[in-house]
């Protein structure tokens, strides 16, 4: 059996009383229709304005998007929310699914408040100030090793490391919310990395909330790089029978894609402004000269490409949307056990990755203390919590990619 084949699933958090997919259903009448907080929403046209994109919510179409909703969203969401007519009981009645809410999903709302309540979805100045200056700091030092010292090397590994801590944090001000948080991200995000932060938030989001659905995460679908499962003949690529070989450099180009992908879609979607915070960036590396600028680039790709897809490439794969928001995350995502203050730091938060997908919302350095409150939560409610150490997941990991080269 492959390392993510697991296919027992024992947990069943939402029930349909009617299908969804039925003629009679107007959901299957052009309509997009998402039930949150015990109402039916049509957001047929609203989805022409979601800064979100139209995409994440035609997947959520005719199912209970209560969890996501809040998952992904702000307050001032929330009261926009509130300003939005429901469907009529006659439609609810007569041409929607009835949902079901059960225990499981009550329980984990029930946590989400109580974490609330307790301050963890708090940010603190503190925090935020250390990271951007440490950010800043590692990026000026090898800076000053390449133009002072002439140590290129050295120049490239602290640099490297900038835009991979740079990463991380433009990943957490990218989910916080607020206008400060946003333009946080476009700063740090631009000046460093050169990525565009729309594009990112657009394909993430979806990923949080189908988290390793072939079909629909494009987080994971890597092929024909990398295949997570077993190809038809016409679509295989000799290759692939190398991937577990080749992963490594390959991982190291994931910047350079980001980076390229980036700027197609800021030029496309005339997101000029973005272009511009992306510009000091480009100029920095320039100066630096390509040997510096290529290396950092590289070695900072690869720090985060070897960590972001360990925790969930060799976990399940979904074949269907059908399951909840909870349960979702609970089968796909595992934890990674760091044992020292380096690697603590290395893995800069996605060793919290269950909580970070449970509360995507949620700081980065408040998940230390939410890991305990969520395993007892998962002991109580009888959902497997998974966690393994860091070299037990790469190892799985690269497990991984040798099943699906055969």
């Not at 994109?53 to 969203?73: C, M, P, S, V, W």
């Not at 939560?377 to 799985?396: C, F, H, L, M, T």
Request: neutral net charge; glycine residues 6%; aromatic residues 18%.
């Amino acid at each position: 059996m492959a390392p993510n084949g697991e296919t027992i699933h024992k947990i069943l958090t939402t029930t349909y009383r009617d299908d969804p997919s039925s003629s009679s259903s107007l959901i299957n009448n052009n309509r997009l229709c998402l039930f949150i907080n015990g109402k039916w929403y049509d957001l047929t046209q609203w989805q022409n304005i979601h800064p979100g994109g139209r995409e994440i919510l035609q997947h959520l179409n005719g199912k209970d998007a209560t969890d996501a909703f809040y998952a992904l969203h702000s307050e001032d969401a929330f009261k926009r929310l509130s300003n939005l007519k429901p469907c009529s009981p006659l439609q609810t009645q007569y041409t929607l699914p009835y949902v079901e809410t059960t225990n499981l999903t009550l329980s984990f709302r029930q946590l989400r408040e109580k974490l609330i309540k307790e301050g963890h979805f708090n940010r603190s100045l503190f925090w935020e100030t250390f990271y951007q200056i440490s950010v800043y700091v590692m990026c000026l030092l090898g800076t000053f090793c390449h133009f002072y010292w002439g140590y290129n090397l050295l120049a490239m590994i602290i640099i490297g490391f900038g835009m991979q801590q740079s990463g991380w944090i433009g990943h957490d001000y990218a989910h916080g919310r607020g206008t400060w948080m946003r333009w946080l991200c476009r700063t740090l995000s631009g000046f460093i990395n050169a990525f565009s932060p729309t594009w990112w938030s657009r394909k993430h989001n979806t990923h949080h909330i189908y988290t390793n659905n072939l079909g629909i995460d494009t987080d994971v679908a890597n092929d024909p790089v990398f295949h997570l499962f077993f190809p038809s003949k016409e679509k295989d690529f000799w290759f692939r029978a190398y991937q577990h070989y080749y992963f490594m450099p390959v991982y190291s180009l994931l910047y350079l894609s980001w980076r390229w992908q980036s700027i197609q879609y800021s030029y496309y979607s005339s997101l000029y402004h973005e272009l511009a915070f992306m510009l000091p960036s480009y100029i920095w590396l320039y100066m630096l000269g390509w040997q510096v600028a290529v290396g950092s680039v590289l070695f900072g790709g690869f720090l985060v490409a070897i960590i972001v897809t360990a925790t969930h490439q060799s976990e399940e794969m979904l074949n269907d949307s059908s399951r909840s928001f909870v349960e979702t995350q609970f089968l796909t995502t595992c934890d990674a056990r760091c044992n020292n203050f380096f690697m603590e730091w290395l893995w800069g938060g996605m060793q919290y990755q269950l909580e970070h997908h449970l509360f995507p919302t949620m700081p980065k350095y408040n998940y230390a203390r939410v890991r305990p409150i969520v395993q007892q939560w998962a002991n109580d409610n009888g959902i497997k919590y998974k966690i393994e150490s860091v070299w037990s997941i790469w190892q799985r990991n690269f497990q991984t990619l040798k099943h699906f080269s055969s």
